[in-house]
């Protein structure tokens, strides 16, 4: 497909975090951009500010007639739109030119050197320091970000087609379209059960994946792929050793296969962003950079919005939004909070999303979220699936261990939040709760 040939391009789910990166990318190479969501954003606003027409109604009618034109209109869309969207089955149903994101990505890169980042967990924080060590070693390369980037505030890392930086979504198999030349895979806990219904199909479409690479695969020690390794405090080919922390400062050795660097810094919390940090280092130093050059990008990187995101942060009271919506990720942002407050209240706000997640791995959620002092639980947030019999927040909530917890609605969240009397205040999800964190550091600044 020759993509200069097409001047009209259409999203359905325009304002999804991958999505609106394409959207992004094409308006900025002078395309006509438009689409549907299911409501207005954050992103959906910026979305508009750059001149594209979105609305917020499924139906025909509101595309606009320059897009009814088949013969030079290209549709994106994604496989959470559901199946019976009347939008995208009147494009199915009139032929037109129709590609999932995957799809469309996989044809943006495929004829450029393509630097992919993979896993169930880490990989938008991995890829976005990659795009940003690109960036600041001089690389002219477009990296496509599944988070907004503190040092762009964007999603999008505008350089050449030559080379390109993408995160690989194993979701639905998307990653399978890919072509990667450098690759990494930073985790393979099982996830996505709804799509490949047994942990054994997930394994297999990484090793899939990483039998796709033409050049370099890089995986975290231990995991079961023949490559090159990356870890901590381990005999991986990079690895990070004597890690200590300075005023929330992460400071490591990093050792690769041929050279040792001292005292690489990143200011993030957590080790689990010290394990990112040396993911990406090891793709961007196979891709040629120098590690002073690196760590110099390293120490300059801000992180991404909603990954440990501090919203409010003064001695007596810290509010943090976060992303995390997978046992492993909670148990990641729990620790770093805890090793950065040791002696202060924290109370979880989570919201669990999908119900095919919460009921595989409900036992796992318990345990992840009872290392709070205290847990506010909201309805999970179904996405694009129906109700499933039997699995609620409440049925959760059961299984948690500590004393401290209950559910919440939307409206008494606030009012739950300050009987708590916590210090430390962490709202955790994927669905639309990171819309309701501004709304609570609004009413703690603005009423206390």
Not at 30 to 42: H, L, M, Q, S, W
Not at 220 to 239: M, Q, R, S, V
């Amino acid at each position: 497909m020759n993509l200069d040939n097409i001047h009209n391009i259409y999203f359905v789910g325009i304002g999804g975090i991958g999505m609106s990166s394409l959207a992004f990318y094409f308006k900025s190479n002078g395309k006509n951009v438009a689409g549907y969501d299911k409501t207005p954003t954050e992103i959906t606003n910026s979305l508009k500010e750059k001149g594209m027409q979105i609305h917020f109604e499924d139906a025909i009618d509101f595309i606009a007639d320059e897009f009814k034109n088949k013969g030079n209109t290209l549709v994106i869309y994604t496989p959470a739109i559901p199946k019976n969207h009347s939008e995208l089955n009147f494009f199915f149903d009139n032929n037109y030119k129709v590609l999932k994101r995957s799809e469309i990505l996989g044809e943006i890169t495929k004829n450029s050197f393509c630097l992919a980042v993979a896993g169930t967990h880490g990989k938008t924080t991995t890829s976005t320091m990659l795009g940003h060590i690109l960036f600041e070693a001089g690389v002219n390369a477009t990296s496509f970000l599944g988070g907004i980037s503190e040092n762009y505030n964007s999603n999008l890392i505008l350089g050449g087609s030559e080379v390109s930086v993408v995160e690989a979504d194993e979701f639905d198999r998307s990653f399978l379209r890919l072509s990667p030349n450098i690759a990494c895979i930073t985790s393979m806990d099982a996830d996505h059960l709804d799509i490949y219904g047994e942990p054994a199909e997930l394994e297999k479409s990484f090793k899939d994946f990483g039998a796709k690479v033409s050049d370099t695969l890089i995986v975290k020690k231990g995991l079961p792929i023949e490559a090159l390794t990356f870890g901590i405090d381990e005999d991986a080919d990079y690895n990070a050793s004597n890690i200590k922390i300075e005023n929330g400062a992460y400071i490591f050795d990093v050792k690769t296969p041929t050279e040792f660097i001292k005292e690489v810094k990143i200011n993030l919390p957590g080790k689990h962003n010290v394990l990112n940090a040396v993911a990406a280092l090891a793709m961007a130093n196979s891709y040629g950079i120098s590690l002073p050059v690196i760590a110099k990008a390293l120490l300059s990187f801000k992180g991404i919005k909603r990954r440990f995101s501090y919203k409010i942060k003064t001695d007596n009271l810290v509010l943090i939004d976060d992303y995390a919506h997978h046992p492993t990720e909670i148990i990641a942002v729990a620790s770093a909070v805890r090793e950065m407050y040791p002696s202060k209240k924290i109370v979880g706000v989570f919201q669990p999303h999908l119900f095919s997640r919460t009921r595989d791995f409900v036992d796992d959620f318990a345990k992840s979220l009872s290392l709070f002092d205290e847990l506010i639980l909201l309805d999970i947030y179904p996405a694009r699936e129906l109700p499933i019999e039997g699995v609620s927040s409440s049925w959760l909530l059961d299984k948690v261990s500590i004393d401290k917890k209950q559910i919440s609605s939307k409206e008494n969240l606030y009012k739950n939040i300050l009987k708590s009397k916590a210090q430390v205040i962490v709202m955790i999800g994927a669905g639309d709760i990171g819309e309701l964190v501004s709304v609570i550091k609004y009413k703690l600044t603005s009423e206390n």
